[in-house]
């Protein structure tokens, strides 16, 4: 059964385009990274599907409904991207009045004990650290108990621990048949959670496929080194010469230096560094002039 | 309706606890009432009356012009605002908590107007007609509601400030607020009922004292309340938060 689904969406902000003929599906149960570089069109995506903006054209759909009517939203929970809580109000104020908009909320204290925050339900938003605004923002999205939990970049901002905290919150939830779709720059978080990986860049989805072939695809290194004459190895997905360096790019830096001091050719100040996100797909991308998967 | 007393009380609750928002709007029609009604038609009980009427008006344009341009304006800017869109409520609850919420701000910001008439100037009033003044203060505040909301939805929070301030003052002046009825200098005479100022105004001079409405004022009070709730639904619609080009 499909919880939510983008059919050919293209949003444009005036000249921008900030979303280009994109199909994407969440089914239920599934727990869908939704990854790519900053500005890629991921919260624009996220909008669209929770019905905070219409898509210039295209459809989209939520629970089987469109998503800007109230009914086809009682099903999902939502974390704003930034931390937005009205300072003035205190932390159990708030979860009461996101609570009133369900019909079967989890109770205040139940909820908060969850995700660490149980001593502060008497504390002013203004007054929380960073972390703990983070936390709470993301314990709203769960208040309503939602079949569909939406979670723009939730772990943006925090550190390591509270990272994992609120990591074994959103397990736990896919455990107990919970869908969920997560939006993260960081392609670790959405390997430590994720089964199912949509890429966006520039607007376009790029790659939807499993962890393990997505990690396989932006898991490339570079490999970059100077050399008058390389002979040809196995493994590198792209050779570019820039000002006397060659970069080659490869899924397996190791075996790639392995076999480059085996060839016997002379080479100085090698470097291996991971690409971003952006680099491998761009790159990859636009050697193979299609998406790697449909 | 329950929803929307949940809206009203946590848009009252998030007000007092920056209680300053709430002196803020009472602050002008009180200081007017003691530099212009006191001194110079505090001693005439029908001039005082009127004039206090007359500053009633003024506070309820001032306070929903403010609270609704100034505050919806600056909530679109708050990241609270397009999460509280993704909740299970359709616009509806929203707008009628902030109006419920509106409303209580405005009585309150009523009560230094009303305080100051009753001890410093001979301005009286019967109980029925406080009643009657007391729901024409709701129903005058529907077209600067409307008004505020527009704003409010249709600019960014530094234009909805600058709006509100320049739009209130020519609305009470050329509605004839600052003068008794009848009193205002000729050309306000003239455009004064061609504002909704005015067609408020005397309603509520109607309302506390022996004042027969203008059939123009009403009318055009009317056409303003049509206008501006276009205007209104048009500016809330095309909102989709803060957006950037």
Partial sequence: ?294 | MQLALVHARYQLLETARVPVAIFGSAFFPAAAMLFFVVPFAGRDPVGATFATGAMVTFSVMSANIFQYGVGVAEDRDQPWNPYTRTLPAGPAPRFAGRILAGLAITYLSLIPVVVIAATLTRARIEPAAFLLALATVAVISVPFTLMGLAIGYALPSKAAIVVAQLVFFPLAFGGGLLSAPGQAPGFIEAIAPYLPTRGAVELMWAAVGDYSVSPLSLVMLGVWVVVLATLAGWAYRRDEGRRFS
Avoid at chain 1, 41 to 54: A, D, M, N, P, Q
Avoid at chain 1, 125 to 135: A, I, V
Avoid at chain 1, 172 to 181: C, I, K, R, S
Avoid at chain 1, 273 to 282: G, I, Q
């Fill in chain 1, 1 to 294: 059964m499909t919880l939510a689904r983008a059919e050919r969406v293209s949003r444009r902000y005036g000249d921008v385009l900030a979303l280009d003929q994109v199909d994407v599906e969440v089914r239920a149960g599934e727990l869908v990274g939704l990854l790519g570089p900053n500005g890629a069109g991921k919260s624009t995506l996220i909008s669209l599907l929770v019905g905070l903006r219409r898509p210039t054209s295209g459809r989209v759909e939520l629970g089987g409904g469109d998503p800007r009517d109230p009914a086809s939203r009682r099903q999902i929970g939502v974390t704003p991207q930034e931390t937005g809580l009205p300072g003035t109000l205190r932390v159990g104020e708030v979860v009461d009045f996101v609570s009133a908009h369900y019909p079967d909320p989890v109770p205040r204290g139940e909820l908060l004990d969850r995700f660490g925050l149980g001593e502060l339900a008497r504390r002013q938003c203004g007054g929380l650290s960073g972390g703990q605004k983070r936390r709470l923002a993301v314990a709203l999205a769960f208040v309503g108990r939602p079949r569909l939990v939406v979670l723009d970049e939730p772990t943006t901002g925090l550190d390591v621990e509270a990272r994992h905290t609120l990591w074994e919150a959103i397990r736990a939830f896919h455990a107990d048949g919970g869908t969920v779709l997560l939006s993260s720059h960081y392609l670790e978080e959405v390997e430590a959670l994720a089964q199912r990986v949509v890429v966006i860049g520039q607007g376009r989805v790029l790659a939807d496929d499993s962890v393990e072939a997505i990690r396989a695809v932006v898991g490339v290194r570079r490999v970059s080194l100077t050399a008058d004459e390389l002979p040809s190895l196995p493994g590198v997905v792209r050779t570019e010469r820039v000002d006397g360096r060659i970069h080659l790019l490869t899924a397996d830096a190791d075996q790639l230096v392995r076999d480059l001091v085996a060839s016997g050719v002379g080479f100085r100040d090698l470097e291996v560094r991971p690409t971003s996100l952006e680099e491998a797909f761009l790159a990859i991308t636009a050697t193979d002039a299609a998406p790697v998967a449909a």
